[in-house]
Every structure is written in C-alpha cells, then in structure tokens.
C-alpha cells in the first residue's frame, strides 16, 4: 500500500478571492447510472490530525477507449472554501472497467479544520495521446450531499476506524468545468 502526505497552510480563505459555492458544485453535477462506482474508505485520525482516503477499487466504469476498455487512475482533491489545496492520483490500471488499487492517501488536517474541508474524488482515464479524460467523480465532506455527507460524518463519528463505502460516480457538467478550472486549476 502506498502512502503520500502533504502538510497544509491554514487558514485556507483568501480574501478578495472568489470561488464556486458548494451550491454551484452540487448543482452543476449530473447523476448517471452509466458511469461506474468507486469504493474507498476514510479513516480519521484527531491525535494526529491524519486523514486517510484508501483507493479500493472500482466496479463497472465506463469505456472511454477504442478497445472497449479503459485505463483508469483515481485522482483524489483536497478542497477549502472551493480552492484546491493539495491533489494526488493513484496507480494507472490498464485496459480494465474493475480496477483495484488498495492505494492509501494521506492528508494532515488538524481537528479544527476538518469542517472547512472537502475532497472531489475523480475517476480518469489515462491516454497517452492527448488529454486524460474524466470518467466521473463524486465528492464527500461536510458540504457534499447524500452519501458524500454521510460517509464523512460516519467517519468523523468513529475515529481511528476505517469506513468503506460504495459512491456512484456523476458527470461534471461543462458548466462546472469552466468554472472549476479558474477556481480549482486544470483538471489534468
């Protein structure tokens, strides 16, 4: 299992600055059956102000290549008031819908900022030529919906345990992607 850590600048406002609510965020994603599930689990750590985001596996993703495959790798980012602040990808799949990765990712967040955070877990597929594309994303923290909210307060309610769960993965409409990248910086 592989761990990555990044120590993080708080506060994460910035004055002056304008970035897209979690109500433009919420809004601008399109729930489709099609694109796939990732399941990982978040484990977090108060004494040591560690969170852990282990990359599971993934289960029926869309094909995004000729081969009727794709090759995909998980990037997983860590949001404040909408900016990114840090972004780490896993292990490249090739040529599969079901790949399993078991790769660990680690965030130093201190307890008092946990609530001010997020992270936007998506799903890509790797060419060689060109643009990586998105296959689909979900998110989860205190301001996701749904399951994202609730899979992170489940993990907030019990430190030290790892919490697994299974998220569909939605559409980035090109609304958000606009947006996203003037906020979030490019997406590959």
């Not at 990808?89 to 965030?107: D, G, M, Q, R, S």
């Not at 955070?117 to 030529?129: A, E, K, P």
Request: proline share 6%; net charge positive.
């Amino acid at each position: 299992m592989r761990a990555f850590s990044w120590a993080l600048e708080w506060p994460c406002s910035c004055p002056g600055v304008a970035y897209p609510s979690s109500a433009l965020f919420s809004a601008s994603l399109q729930e489709s059956v099609d694109l796939g599930e990732i399941m990982f689990s978040l484990c977090y750590l108060p004494t040591a102000g560690r969170l852990t985001l282990t990359v599971i596996k993934c289960r029926n993703l869309k094909a995004m290549d000729i081969t009727g495959y794709s090759d995909p790798y998980v990037k997983v980012s860590l949001l404040c008031d909408g900016r990114r602040l840090k972004k780490k990808k896993t292990t490249i799949k090739k040529n599969t819908l079901n790949p399993v990765y078991n790769e660990a990712i680690i965030f130093d967040i201190p307890p008092e900022n946990m609530d001010q955070v997020s992270l936007l877990i998506s799903v890509m597929d790797y060419d060689r030529v060109g643009h990586n594309e998105i296959i689909g994303v979900c998110r989860v923290g205190i301001s996701a919906e749904g399951l994202g909210r609730d899979h992170w307060n489940e993990m907030l309610a019990y430190p030290r345990k790892p919490i697994a769960h299974w998220h569909s993965l939605v559409e980035v409409k090109k609304s958000f992607k606009e947006v996203g990248e003037v906020a979030l910086g490019p997406w590959h």
